[in-house]
């Protein structure tokens, strides 16, 4: 990995824990009991918070492409520690960043002097994103219910009690954040955001596909995070469930 590809991983590592696991909710809600009914089902999963997960540890993979290329891939066990945090040791090594010739002393040194130069202003622009990412998931029940009262969602069912929850103007003028929820249930089953930056053409998606445990536990199987102003496209997949040895 070249110094700019460990750069973008340790951004892909923030990613991570902006999504967190959701417990399963009991029947809460009905598809047909509306906007209101949904919402409130929602709010209720979403403060339900992260105690069933932390019986777990699992497999996260993240892998890192750059127009198009794939530019970077590993892996970490992952499980919370007695502090609450996520504690995370890599699985395998790193390959050895590899040595380019400078084509000169005087040249070599500009040209790492540019290489610096950019690294320093992705890392700058992925911390904005990610930092932006974070005011919208995991979604706040308050400014949910912030958005229902000002009339701003939506509500579109999907077909087999799903109903996609459509919010416009969630936190800035033009942005988008879709959730789609398991009305009977109040469970959270994918959530998707589009946003922006300082200006629109800098725009910035994240799309969130939830799974079930056995035990009716929610995780994020898949997360993926594009930041299309830069043609930076980082997945983080969770694999490998179970319970942690006491």
Not at 29 to 58: C, F, H, N, P
Not at 87 to 96: D, L, R, V
């Amino acid at each position: 990995m070249t110094s700019k590809q460990l750069s973008l991983a340790a951004v892909a590592a923030l990613l991570f824990g902006a999504v967190p696991i959701l417990r399963a909710q009991q029947p809460a809600a009905t598809a047909a009991g509306g906007a209101g009914d949904t919402v409130a089902a929602l709010k209720q999963s979403l403060q339900q918070g992260q105690a069933l997960i932390r019986q777990y540890e699992w497999v996260e993979t993240t892998i890192i492409s750059l127009k198009g290329e794939e530019k970077a891939r590993k892996q970490n066990r992952v499980y919370y520690g007695a502090d609450g945090k996520l504690q995370k040791t890599p699985i395998g090594e790193a390959a050895p960043p590899k040595q380019q010739a400078s084509g000169g002393r005087g040249r070599g040194k500009v040209k790492a002097q540019v290489v610096e130069n950019k690294k320093e202003d992705m890392q700058d622009y992925m911390q904005k994103a990610v930092a932006l990412v974070h005011q919208y998931v995991p979604p706040k029940p308050e400014q949910i219910q912030g958005a229902k009262d000002a009339g701003r969602i939506a509500t579109n069912p999907q077909g087999e009690g799903r109903v996609r929850l459509e919010i416009t103007q969630y936190l800035q003028p033009g942005d988008r954040l879709a959730v789609d929820v398991d009305a009977a249930a109040g469970r959270l089953l994918a959530l998707n955001v589009d946003t922006y930056l300082e200006k629109k053409d800098d725009a910035v998606t994240l799309a969130v596909q939830m799974a079930t445990l056995p035990d009716g536990a929610l995780y994020a199987a898949q997360t993926t995070f594009e930041a299309k102003a830069k043609n930076i496209r980082v997945v983080i997949q969770n694999s490998g469930y179970r319970p942690i040895a006491k």
